[in-house]
Antibody, heavy 116, light 106 residues
Framework: QVQLQESGPGLVKPLETLSLTCTVS????????WSWLRQPPGKGLEWIGY???????HYNPSLQSRVTISIDTSKSQFSLKLSSVTAADTALYYC??????????WGQGTMVTVSS | EIVLTQSPDFQSVTPKEKVTITCRAS??????LHWYQQKPDQSPKVLIK???QSFSGVPSRFSGSGSGTDFTLTINSLEPEDAATYYC?????????FGQGTKLEI
């Protein structure tokens, strides 16, 4: 059973870059799409983007100018960078495996707060 | 972007009740509509794929129907552990989008 675990700073200053890593275990990262989603406090789910194991990426247009998702198959990890963050980026960030057509496996989520 | 609108936003229900949650898409999405359950302080879990296909291990009281723009998640004989927020999700076109969620209070 695949398991995903997010890691990274819980506090980021405004206008800085948010960086998170997801470590995959229990299955190979060399298949399917590896995704980032977020959930602001008390709100719904937003898809940020995903990366195929080969390296091709798809991003939400609403965030595309600020988002980079990368993958390191040798470490079974993929990462999220979100630049120029504001308070609106405060959210619970999830990594997930997208096995079409659904996000079948999720990490537990990591809370990121944007504040000075 | 395809907008998904769920109703109701919130519902207070009692055990053994039958519950229906609807999800309406802003344009036709065929059967590319999926349902998730998110319990408090947990990550979402897939319940239904392709509008009506139950995901592995999901209790049979959960079922889905619909196609095109109108979809329904039905929970027959509600159990106390079904207290959660339910989301629909479309995979027809990027960006992936979710409904705003329906919170069931039991």
């Amino acid at each position: 059973q695949v398991q995903l675990q997010e890691s990274g700073p819980g506090l980021v200053k405004p206008l800085e870059t948010l960086s998170l890593t997801c470590t995959v275990s229990g299955d190979s990262i060399s298949d399917y799409y590896w995704s980032w989603l977020r959930q602001p406090p008390g709100k719904g789910l937003e898809w940020i983007g995903y990366i195929y194991y080969s390296g091709s990426t798809h991003y939400n247009p609403s965030l595309q100018s600020r988002v980079t998702i990368s993958i390191d198959t040798s470490k079974s990890q993929f990462s999220l960078k979100l630049s120029s963050v504001t308070a609106a980026d405060t959210a619970l960030y999830y990594c997930a495996r997208y096995k079409p057509p659904a996000f079948e496996n999720w990490g537990q989520g990591t809370m990121v707060t944007v504040s000075s | 972007e395809i907008v998904l609108t769920q109703s109701p936003d919130f519902q207070s229900v009692t055990p053994k009740e039958k519950v229906t949650i609807t999800c309406r898409a802003s344009q036709s999405i065929g059967s590319n509509l999926h349902w998730y359950q998110q319990k408090p302080d947990q990550s979402p879990k897939v319940l239904i794929k392709f509008a009506s296909q139950s995901f592995s291990g999901v209790p049979s009281r959960f079922s889905g129907s619909g196609s095109g723009t109108d979809f329904t998640l039905t929970i027959n004989s509600l159990e106390p552990e079904d207290a959660a927020t339910y989301y629909c999700h479309q995979s027809t076109s990027l960006p992936h989008t979710f409904g705003q969620g329906t919170k069931l209070e039991i």
